[in-house]
């Protein structure tokens, strides 16, 4: 009894129906991935991604034990002198920090910055080597800290504002944050979104309707003339 050879065509041809299928799908969720990645980069950093410094309801806010200092930060020779968390530029630098509750002006205020070695284990092990700019500890009555400092390179840093009450408090805040490398904190957001595009693409491509074929139009045929033939020339 001969086999059907259609039957085995048709097999086929629904096996590699199914295997484009799964890679669409297996490109589709690539590329979701790749989306939600690229909107998490994209999206406004909390405070634990810059320490105890972050945005919050369009403030930059410094959060110190209970309480918060709103922080700002400016840059006089850029032109956007304005930051919060990372500084795009070096040269000089000032830092202004508003307390926010009162019991602030009664504490006694250090605030020091450090280069980035890796943690405060590693900080504590040659404080002073890798200090670069420190305001001794003492009252703000007023409850506005001004700090200025000049960077010459750009790297990356840590700001450390040391807070200590005469009932014994002691609050530590910590906030690694750039100079100069805007572009590289922001390059794998780019690269994020290229990957998603291109395989956005791809998936367009594997599901994008057939162009229907089209059909040949056959000219009309030229209408048989009636009447008698025409006589031949003499």
């Known amino acids: 009894m001969r086999s059907r050879p259609h039957s085995s065509t048709s097999a086929g041809a629904k096996r590699f129906a199914a295997a484009v299928r799964n890679s669409a799908n297996h490109w589709r969720l690539l590329s979701m991935g790749l989306i939600a990645a690229a909107l998490s980069l994209l999206a406004p950093h909390p405070a634990s991604a810059h320490g105890d410094l972050g945005a919050a309801k369009a403030r930059c806010l410094l959060f110190i034990g ?11 020779d850029d032109s956007k002198n304005e930051f919060c968390e990372d500084i795009p530029s070096t040269g000089k630098m000032i830092m202004v920090l508003d307390a926010e509750q009162a019991e602030l002006r009664d504490m006694k205020i250090d605030i020091r910055i450090v280069r ?3 943690g405060p284990a590693k900080e504590n092990d040659n404080l002073e080597a890798i200090t670069v700019a420190h305001k001794p500890p003492r009252y703000y009555r007023t409850g506005t800290v001004n700090f200025e400092h000049s960077f010459p390179e750009a790297g990356y840093f840590v700001g450390i504002v040391t807070v200590d009450g005469d009932h014994g408090e002691h609050w530590v805040s910590r906030f690694p944050f750039s100079v ?3 572009f590289e904190r922001t390059l794998p957001v780019y690269i994020v979104l290229v990957l998603a595009v291109i395989a956005s693409y791809f998936i367009y491509m594997n599901h994008r309707p057939a162009p229907r074929p089209v059909k040949a139009v056959t000219p009309p045929r030229d209408p048989e003339p009636h009447g008698p033939p025409p006589t031949p020339a003499e």
């Open 66 to 76: 209970p309480d918060i200092m709103k922080f700002t930060g400016y840059t006089p």
């Open 116 to 118: 980035d070695v890796g």
């Open 180 to 182: 100069g490398l805007s």
